[in-house]
């Protein structure tokens, strides 16, 4: 397993969750290239939610969490994370982390990630 994705759960409409992605040895250069939080609902496709550049110093956010979501990550760890606020029952989907050997141009599309986690679920309740 080159991702590890945890923190998911089972929160009231409003409430919080902060997922952890942590990369192994065999993500390689995981902490050298932007990495990013994909999420899938049930029937639909797995859809862009947020990206962080190599030292954190670039986030981007997809307009469904804009606001309300923050991607950060500590290099020294290995580890990327996901804090979410203000929980809507739309968020309900399985988080994926994702991450990527080189460069490239593109943060938000799934081809241009080379290894992902095995997915962590949210469900928010209404």
């Known amino acids: 397993v080159q991702l590890q994705a945890s923190g998911g759960g089972l929160v009231p409409a409003g409430g919080s969750l902060k997922l952890s992605c942590a990369a192994s040895?065999?993500?390689?250069?995981?902490?050298?290239?932007?990495a990013a939080w994909f999420r899938q609902a049930p029937g639909k496709e797995r859809e862009f939610v947020a990206a962080?550049?190599?030292?954190?110093?670039?986030?981007y956010y997809s307009d469904s969490v804009k606001g309300r979501f923050t991607i950060s990550r500590v290099n020294a760890r290995d580890t990327m994370y996901l804090q979410m606020n203000s929980l809507k029952p739309e968020d309900t989907a399985a988080y994926y982390c994702?991450?990527?050997?080189?460069?490239?141009?593109?943060?938000?599309?799934?081809?241009?990630?080379?290894?992902w986690g095995q997915g962590t679920q949210v469900t928010v309740s209404s």
């Open positions: 994702a991450g990527r050997r080189r460069s490239r141009e593109n943060y938000a599309r799934l081809l241009d990630y080379d290894y």
């Open positions: 962080i550049n190599w030292n954190g110093a670039n986030t």
């Open positions: 040895a065999s993500a390689r250069a995981f902490s050298a290239n932007t």
